[in-house]
C-alpha cells in the first residue's frame, strides 16, 4: 500500500494519520511523490516529501512525469492525468489519496458546468479500480471538510507545503475554491455535506444506467459491431446509453452530447442501404445493413497504394497491423512465393478469386458482398497479390491455388485493427 503524498495539507493529515494507524495496528505504507515539473518550487516538494519520510522511516518513491500539452485540454486536466498514469503504474495495488469533501464539492460544480451526466456528476468516488492495471484507488478523506484538516493539522504542529497555484484564480477550481464557496457557505453552512450525498445519489444512478447498458449490449454487441436494430427498439434515452456504453466497450472518447444524438439519429433512422458515416475527432461510427462499428477514422490512401512484403512477421498499414505467422500445412505456401514479387494492394476492380477448392473461381466484388463486409471496407482492405495473382483476401481466406499442403509450411497472414 503507499500513499500519493503532494506535500499539501491534506496528504500531511493523511500521512500522519496511517503514522498512527501503524503503531497501534502494525499498518504499513510507503509514500509516492508525483513530481509535474511545472512550479519553479517542484523540487523543493519533493526534498520535502523525501525528508519527511525519511524522518518516520517511510519508504519513498518519487516520479518525475512530462506534461505534453494538447490543444483545447487546461493543464490542471493534463496534469491530473499523468498523476494517475503514474499511480497506476507506480508497481503498488492500492493507493491512497487524500482528497477531501472540499475537492469532492468543486469537482461536482464543474462537472455540472461541463454539463456532464449521471456519471460524471457522481464525481470521485470513495474507492476505484484503475481497469489498465487493476490498481485500487482509496479516498478515505472524502466526507472530511478542509476546515477540521486544518484543525488536525494545527492540533498536532504538522508541517505543508504549500502551491502557489492554489492561489491563482484563473484556473476554475481556485475561483470556485475563493470566489464562491465562502459565499456559499454563509448561506448553506453545511454544503459540502449535501453535495457529497448528491454526489452519492448521482453514482448510484450511474451505475444503475451502467448496469442497463450492460444487459442491452449482451443482444446488440457482438465484438466491435453494434445491432443496430436493437437501437431502434429502445426509447431514445435508453438507446443514447447503450451507444455511449458501446463506445466505452470499444476504448474510444466519448463525443460530446450534440454530436452523439446525431450519430444515434442517423443509425436509427437511415434506410437499409444508406452508408452512414459521422465523424467526432479522430473517430467515426459507420452503418451497413444492420451493423454499426465505430473506429478511428483511417488515412485515405490513393486507390494505387501498394507495398512490398519481403518477408517480414509484421507490416504496420494505415490503421491496421498486419502479422504473418508460419505453420505447417496452413496459409499461404511459403515454396510458391519465393523468388516472386509479394506486394499488399487495395482493389482495382476485376479481381476474381477462388477460396475453395471444390468452387469455382468467382469474382471478389461478389464474395465480398456475400461476407458481409461493409463497402468502406471492401475499398481499404490489403490484398496479397503474387505477381498479378491475387493470393489471400482478409476474412476470406487463400485462393486455392496457393493454399499450403498438408507437409508444407504455410504462411498464414491476420490483421489486426489499430485504434
Same mark, same amino acid.
Not at 464562491?180 to 450525498?197: A, N, V
Not at 431502434?232 to 452530447?257: F, I, K
Not at 468467382?362 to 493470393?391: D, H, I, M, Y
Given at each position: 500500500?503507499?500513499?500519493?503524498?503532494?506535500?499539501?495539507?491534506?496528504?500531511?493529515?493523511?500521512?500522519?494519520?496511517?503514522?498512527?494507524?501503524?503503531?497501534?495496528?502494525?499498518?504499513?505504507?510507503?509514500?509516492?511523490?508525483?513530481?509535474?515539473?511545472?512550479?519553479?518550487?517542484?523540487?523543493?516538494?519533493?526534498?520535502?516529501?523525501?525528508?519527511?519520510?525519511?524522518?518516520?522511516?517511510?519508504?519513498?518513491?518519487?516520479?518525475?512525469?512530462?506534461?505534453?500539452?494538447?490543444?483545447?485540454?487546461?493543464?490542471?486536466?493534463?496534469?491530473?492525468?499523468?498523476?494517475?498514469?503514474?499511480?497506476?503504474?507506480?508497481?503498488?495495488?492500492?493507493?491512497?489519496?487524500?482528497?477531501?469533501?472540499?475537492?469532492?464539492?468543486?469537482?461536482?460544480?464543474?462537472?455540472?458546468?461541463?454539463?456532464?451526466?449521471?456519471?460524471?456528476?457522481?464525481?470521485?468516488?470513495?474507492?476505484?479500480?484503475?481497469?489498465?492495471?487493476?490498481?485500487?484507488?482509496?479516498?478515505?478523506?472524502?466526507?472530511?471538510?478542509?476546515?477540521?484538516?486544518?484543525?488536525?493539522?494545527?492540533?498536532?504542529? %504538522?508541517?505543508? +507545503?504549500?502551491?502557489?497555484?492554489?492561489?491563482? *484564480? /484563473?484556473?476554475?477550481? !481556485?475561483? #470556485? $475554491? @475563493?470566489?464562491?464557496?465562502?459565499?456559499?457557505?454563509?448561506?448553506?453552512?453545511?454544503?459540502?455535506?449535501?453535495?457529497?450525498?448528491?454526489?452519492?445519489?448521482?453514482?448510484?444512478?450511474?451505475?444503475?444506467?451502467?448496469?442497463?447498458?450492460?444487459?442491452?449490449?449482451?443482444?446488440?454487441?457482438?465484438?466491435? %459491431?453494434?445491432? +443496430?436494430?436493437?437501437?431502434?427498439?429502445?426509447? *431514445? /434515452?435508453?438507446?443514447? !446509453?447503450? #451507444? $455511449? @456504453?458501446?463506445?466505452?466497450?470499444?476504448?474510444?472518447?466519448?463525443?460530446?452530447?450534440?454530436?452523439?444524438?446525431?450519430?444515434?439519429?442517423?443509425?436509427?433512422?437511415?434506410?437499409?442501404?444508406?452508408?452512414?458515416?459521422?465523424?467526432?475527432?479522430?473517430?467515426?461510427?459507420?452503418?451497413?445493413?444492420?451493423?454499426?462499428?465505430?473506429?478511428?477514422?483511417?488515412?485515405?490512401?490513393? *486507390?494505387?497504394?501498394?507495398?512490398?512484403?519481403?518477408?517480414?512477421?509484421?507490416?504496420?498499414?494505415?490503421?491496421?497491423?498486419?502479422?504473418?505467422?508460419?505453420?505447417?500445412?496452413?496459409?499461404?505456401?511459403?515454396?510458391?512465393?519465393?523468388?516472386?514479387?509479394?506486394?499488399?494492394?487495395?482493389?482495382?476492380?476485376?479481381?476474381?478469386?477462388?477460396?475453395?477448392?471444390?468452387?469455382?473461381?468467382?469474382?471478389?466484388?461478389?464474395?465480398?458482398?456475400?461476407?458481409?463486409?461493409?463497402?468502406?471496407?471492401?475499398?481499404?482492405?490489403?490484398?496479397?497479390?503474387?505477381?498479378?495473382?491475387?493470393?489471400?483476401?482478409?476474412?476470406?481466406?487463400?485462393?486455392?491455388?496457393?493454399?499450403?499442403?498438408?507437409?508444407?509450411?504455410?504462411?498464414?497472414?491476420?490483421?489486426?485493427?489499430?485504434?
Amino acid at each position: 500500500m503507499a500513499l500519493a503524498l503532494s506535500g499539501g495539507l491534506d496528504s500531511v493529515v493523511l500521512f500522519d494519520l496511517l503514522l498512527s494507524l501503524r503503531q497501534s495496528q502494525g499498518f504499513d505504507f510507503s509514500a509516492i511523490h508525483v513530481h509535474h515539473g511545472l512550479s519553479p518550487n517542484a523540487d523543493q516538494w519533493e526534498v520535502f516529501c523525501s525528508q519527511l519520510c525519511q524522518r518516520h522511516a517511510v519508504p519513498f518513491q518519487a516520479k518525475r512525469v512530462e506534461i505534453a500539452r494538447r490543444p483545447r485540454q487546461s493543464l490542471e486536466a493534463l496534469a491530473r492525468e499523468a498523476r494517475y498514469q503514474a499511480l497506476a503504474h507506480s508497481g503498488h495495488e492500492v493507493i491512497f489519496l487524500a482528497q477531501h469533501a472540499d475537492d469532492q464539492a468543486e469537482t461536482l460544480f464543474l462537472q455540472l458546468l461541463r454539463g456532464a451526466g449521471p456519471k460524471g456528476l457522481g464525481a470521485m468516488p470513495e474507492e476505484r479500480t484503475m481497469p489498465e492495471t487493476g490498481v485500487r484507488l482509496l479516498r478515505p478523506l472524502l466526507d472530511i471538510p478542509r476546515p477540521l484538516l486544518e484543525a488536525y493539522a494545527a492540533q498536532h504542529q %504538522l508541517e505543508w +507545503v504549500d502551491d502557489e497555484s492554489n492561489r491563482n *484564480p /484563473a484556473y476554475d477550481r !481556485n475561483f #470556485l $475554491r @475563493h470566489e464562491i464557496f465562502p459565499r456559499l457557505e454563509q448561506r448553506f453552512p453545511g454544503y459540502r455535506q449535501t453535495l457529497g450525498r448528491a454526489c452519492r445519489h448521482l453514482a448510484e444512478a450511474g451505475e444503475l444506467l451502467e448496469e442497463l447498458a450492460s444487459l442491452d449490449a449482451e443482444s446488440a454487441v457482438k465484438g466491435e %459491431l453494434l445491432d +443496430v436494430r436493437v437501437l431502434q427498439a429502445l426509447s *431514445p /434515452a435508453r438507446a443514447a !446509453n447503450l #451507444l $455511449r @456504453h458501446y463506445l466505452t466497450l470499444q476504448r474510444l472518447p466519448l463525443p460530446d452530447t450534440e454530436r452523439l444524438h446525431e450519430a444515434l439519429r442517423q443509425l436509427r433512422e437511415a434506410k437499409d442501404d444508406a452508408q452512414v458515416r459521422v465523424r467526432f475527432g479522430e473517430f467515426e461510427i459507420r452503418r451497413y445493413h444492420w451493423q454499426a462499428v465505430a473506429q478511428k477514422a483511417k488515412p485515405e490512401l490513393p *486507390p494505387d497504394w501498394s507495398q512490398a512484403w519481403r518477408g517480414e512477421e509484421q507490416l504496420e498499414l494505415p490503421g491496421v497491423q498486419l502479422n504473418f505467422e508460419r505453420r505447417k500445412g496452413e496459409g499461404i505456401s511459403l515454396a510458391m512465393l519465393e523468388n516472386r514479387e509479394v506486394t499488399l494492394r487495395f482493389r482495382r476492380g476485376g479481381e476474381r478469386f477462388q477460396p475453395s477448392c471444390a468452387r469455382p473461381n468467382r469474382s471478389l466484388k461478389n464474395l465480398l458482398q456475400e461476407s458481409g463486409t461493409p463497402p468502406w471496407r471492401r475499398a481499404s482492405l490489403p490484398l496479397l497479390f503474387c505477381g498479378e495473382q491475387l493470393v489471400w483476401v482478409p476474412g476470406i481466406g487463400v485462393d486455392c491455388a496457393y493454399q499450403a499442403g498438408a507437409s508444407e509450411i504455410g504462411l498464414v497472414p491476420s490483421t489486426r485493427s489499430r485504434h
